[in-house]
């Protein structure tokens, strides 16, 4: 299984990025989908996950301003961040459950900054 995101980026407090996730290889039948984050000096953690069928989890620092959403047809899942803070400021990773082991994408750099 391959993950392969894009869409980071540098933007500034209260701007938006969209970040895309690709899984290729044998993830047909993958549980979920999420993205992680980790800031310099901090642990990594869990930013948004949505389960094939659809349910999604949010970190409370993020809720009403991330939105996570899949296509379970082309395997690649979405997060929309609106409203951004220095405090997001992180190298984002997706990762794809599949057959109950997670695989974890290269990582992407979201810079907010003034």
């Known amino acids: 299984v391959q993950l392969q995101a894009s869409g980071g980026g540098l933007v500034q407090p209260g701007g938006s990025l969209r970040l895309s996730c690709a899984a290729s290889?044998?993830?047909?039948?993958?549980?979920?989908m999420g993205w992680y984050r980790q800031a310099p000096g901090r642990q990594r953690e869990l930013v948004a996950s949505?389960?094939?069928?659809?349910?999604?989890n949010y970190a409370d620092s993020v809720k009403g301003r991330f939105t996570i959403s899949r296509d379970i047809y082309k395997n690649t899942v979405d997060l929309q961040m609106n409203s951004l803070k220095s405090e997001d400021t992180a190298v984002y990773y997706c990762?794809?459950?599949?057959?109950?082991?997670?695989?974890w994408g290269q990582g992407t750099q979201v810079t907010v900054s003034a």
């Open positions: 990762t794809a459950d599949v057959a109950g082991y997670t695989y």
């Open positions: 290889g044998r993830v047909f039948s993958y549980t979920g």
């Open positions: 949505i389960t094939r069928s659809g349910s999604t």
